[in-house]
């Protein structure tokens, strides 16, 4: 059973950088039939898709926030990881990393981890 | 970047109503599209992959279709467990994003 677990700062100041990891056990990141994503949600809001990371190297990024958001993978830790810089209070949300199902035909993300709060605020 | 409407933003229902929730994408997408339900305080949970195929497990009150223009989830016969907020998800081309979201509430 593949299990997701975010962590990271709960407070991050206004134009600071915003930092979390993702733990992933009962499956390897590395694994070519999935990538990982991130996504958040403010509170009382829907779902922002913030990026995917395919084949430990390969990102996507939410072009809304391109210029802010670096995704890396860590494999001999098998975590990943998420950089957003430059907060703002408009970045406070529920972010959840998952696992994305990229073969043909069977895409959708089919494990989330619980999801970890960060707010920004001084 | 494709702009995903999804209606209504919520609706009431009872227990056995059918439901019917639609999200139409800015462009084409193909079969590109998911489901999930999400409930208070916990992550989103798949229902549908590809437009219309059932997630094992996902009880079979819950099915997905595809016209020219939209996608529809529809739940045949709500069920009390069934109250929570649905997203689409449509990940054409390694751009992802999601639908505002339909909150299913008890009439």
């Known amino acids: 059973q593949v299990q997701l677990q975010e962590s990271g700062p709960g407070l991050v100041k206004p134009s600071e950088t915003l930092s979390l990891t993702c733990s992933v056990s009962?499956?390897?990141?590395?694994?070519?039939?999935?990538?990982w994503g991130w996504i958040r949600q403010p509170p009382g809001k829907g779902l922002e898709w913030l990026g995917n990371?395919?084949?430990?190297?390969?990102?996507y990024y939410n072009p809304s926030l391109k210029s802010r958001l670096t995704i890396s993978a860590d494999t001999s830790k098998n975590q990943l990881s998420l950089k957003l810089r430059s907060v703002t209070a408009a970045d406070t949300a529920l972010y959840y990393c998952a696992r994305y199902s990229a073969v043909v035909g069977v895409k959708f993300f089919d494990y989330w981890g619980p999801g970890t709060l960060v707010t920004v605020s001084s | 970047a494709i702009q995903m409407t999804q209606s209504p933003s919520s609706l009431s229902a009872s227990v056995g109503d059918r439901v019917t929730i639609t999200c139409r994408p800015s462009q084409g997408i193909g079969d590109d599209l998911s489901w999930y339900q999400q409930k208070p305080g916990k992550a989103p949970h798949l229902l549908i992959y590809?437009?219309?195929s059932l997630r094992s497990g996902v009880p079979s009150r819950f099915s997905g279709s595809a016209s020219d223009t939209d996608f529809t989830l529809t739940i045949s016969s709500l069920q009390p467990e069934d109250f929570a907020t649905y997203y689409c998800?449509?990940?054409?081309?390694?751009?992802?994003?999601f639908g505002q979201g339909t909150t299913v509430e008890i009439k």
């Open positions: 990371i395919y084949d430990v190297g390969r990102t």
């Open positions: 009962g499956g390897s990141i590395s694994s070519s039939s999935y990538s």
């Open positions: 590809a437009a219309s």
């Open positions: 998800l449509q990940d054409y081309n390694y751009l992802w994003t």
